[in-house]
């Protein structure tokens, strides 16, 4: 894929770029007036800032587009991007211009004047039905739009180049196009963890569902030398195994497959590490918390973290381990009874030496929530489900399309 650096001088060019603003909100303010609105976790901001500054610095005349949120196509101020652009604004150290629409009157009148250096955030994308559409003329009739804005479209956005979208894919088709800094690295750190990876390779999952790692697990079994699962998913492990798992979260119509796994792991050497103690309450409450052995739990009790032997095991591998990949936090990190998993995985993985990866969404805000910073780790993904996906040895058409486009001028 053609990098910023191959596009030449981009001084007075408007240059489109596709970042991933979709950052956590806390208390909109009634009536809309999101501006009010905190932002609980800054990173896919501060992450989206070098590129940007390197195409200001670059003389090129910025326009940022993103989503926050699932507006459904129609404008909701509750989704507003302004205190984004806002937050932006601080980072970069500059100021910000903000565009109340997309690809209408204001977004037009910013566009036409653009200075060079300059840099402004357009109103959410997804307040637009034909970003998201389906029906290809619909989409590609909205990117014909967003098109017309700029002269370079420039592809920043990882959390998003797992989606078929007009301002991530069609958009791609229409203007010259390259991919930022932040999808380099993403992807750079991606392909060493599937084609590349220094051993022993660690992969940590966690989370809910079994049912949402399941390519995961397919595709990094033949490439890992260590599984460790905690989190929701463990439960249909041990259940699997024949274990009481009381009221935790289970998915029946998983047993089978979770079985095909662990014996998958044995048939391939594969060391695949289920929690050996639990810890437990009634209810979601951080009260009347206790640890029980993971093949003793009572049936009428929930498990909502690993225990302190798991964690201590999890830790150990992972410091043993070259390359670590971790996504989904251990238990439920955000109650402090819950959450001694989670942050033993976490600081873990600060002492890895070696190429620590944390896979994004709730691992990248639990890791922050606990008070680690993103330079402790080798690399905070951007893009969770993106990840995931890459993973899994799929097709990310906001990457393909610019493979595409690249061989197609070449």
């Given at each position: ?70 507006p459904?196509?129609?404008p909701n ?9 806002e ?41 637009n039905?034909?970003?998201t ?124 497959i ?25 209810e ?110 799929k ?16």
């Amino acid at each position: 894929m053609k990098t910023v650096s191959e596009l030449g001088d981009l001084r007075g060019k408007r240059v489109l770029v596709r970042s991933d603003l979709n950052v956590p909100l806390d208390g909109p303010a009634p009536g809309g007036a999101s501006s009010s609105a905190v932002i609980t976790d800054d990173g896919r901001v501060r992450a989206s800032v070098p590129t940007i500054k390197q195409l200001a610095d670059a003389g090129a005349r910025v326009l940022v587009v993103a989503h926050l949120g699932r507006p459904e196509g129609v404008p909701n101020q509750d989704y507003s991007l302004a205190p984004v652009a806002e937050r932006l604004a601080e980072v970069l150290g500059s100021p910000v211009l903000f565009a109340n629409d997309t690809v209408g009157p204001g977004a037009q009148r910013i566009s036409a004047a653009l200075q060079d250096g300059q840099v402004a955030v357009l109103q959410n994308v997804r307040f637009n039905a034909g970003e998201t559409s389906k029906d290809e003329a619909e989409r590609g009739a909205f990117a014909d739009e967003l098109a017309a804005l700029a002269d370079v479209f420039v592809s920043d956005g990882f959390g998003v180049v797992h989606r078929k979208q007009a301002s991530v894919y069609d958009i791609a088709t229409r203007l010259p196009a390259a991919v930022g800094g932040l999808v380099e690295t993403e992807v750079t750190v991606l392909k060493r963890l599937t084609e590349s990876p220094e051993r022993p390779y660690t992969v940590v999952l966690g989370g809910s569902k079994v049912s949402d790692k399941l390519g995961v697990i397919d595709n990094l079994l033949d490439k890992a030398d260590s599984l460790l699962i905690g989190g929701g998913m463990v439960f249909t492990f041990l259940k699997a195994q024949g274990h009481e798992v009381g009221k935790s979260l289970l998915e029946e119509d998983q047993l089978d497959i979770a079985r095909g796994y662990i014996e998958q792991a044995a048939a391939k050497g594969v060391e695949l590490v289920l929690p050996t103690d639990i810890v437990i309450a009634p209810e979601f409450a951080d009260a009347d918390a206790t640890t029980v052995a993971a093949d003793a739990m009572p049936a009428d009790q929930l498990g909502l973290d690993i225990g302190p032997d798991s964690a201590a095991t999890f830790a150990d591998i992972i410091k043993g381990s070259k390359t670590v990949f971790w996504n989904g936090p251990m238990g439920v990190f955000e109650m402090s009874a819950f959450a001694a998993g989670t942050y033993a995985v976490a600081k873990a993985l600060t002492e890895v030496d070696g190429l620590s990866v944390v896979g994004g969404g709730d691992s990248a805000a639990a890791v922050r929530q606990l008070g680690f910073a993103d330079s402790d780790f080798g690399h905070i993904s951007t893009g969770g489900g993106a990840s995931l996906e890459y993973l899994e040895g799929k097709t990310l058409p906001g990457l393909a399309i610019l493979d595409q486009q690249n061989l197609e001028g070449s």
